[in-house]
């Protein structure tokens, strides 16, 4: 069972920053891939940035390069996703995830899915 719990969201103007905590169990820790995803309305989800927690490797959607941080801690099981800069695009229900079995290749944003577990974090973003 994936056990995760997100926090962190809120409203601010664009440009400002905000950072979201993603709380794992410690069996969905041991996943050693976990990752940010995250779903507007109306739109598909899309993957935002991932951290292979063994070795600290990330991969990070396009449109978010430069401006989103993840980030791990270990001895807490808890992932992060510093975001600044923040764009009205960027407004969105804000998703935790993680994935089994893998390197940390595997553990890129297009290499397979991923299992979600926690209620999301919403992110709006005002011009």
């Known amino acids: 069972q994936v056990r995760l719990v997100e926090s962190g969201g809120g409203s601010v103007q664009a440009g400002g920053s905000l950072r979201l905590s993603c709380a794992a169990s410690r069996a969905t820790y041991s996943s050693n891939c976990m990752g940010w995803f995250r779903q507007a309305p109306g739109k598909e989800r899309e993957g935002v940035a991932t951290i292979y927690t063994g070795d600290g490797s990330t991969d990070y959607a396009d449109s978010v390069k430069g401006r989103f941080t993840i980030a791990r801690d270990n001895a807490k099981n808890t992932v992060y996703l510093q975001m600044n800069g923040l764009k009205p695009e960027d407004t969105a229900m804000y998703y935790c995830?993680?994935?089994?079995?893998?390197?940390?290749?595997?553990?890129?944003?297009?290499?397979?899915?991923?299992?979600?577990g926690g209620q999301g974090t919403q992110v709006t973003v005002s011009a």
């Open positions: 995830a993680a994935k089994w079995g893998g390197s940390s290749w595997n553990c890129g944003l297009d290499r397979g899915p991923f299992l979600y």
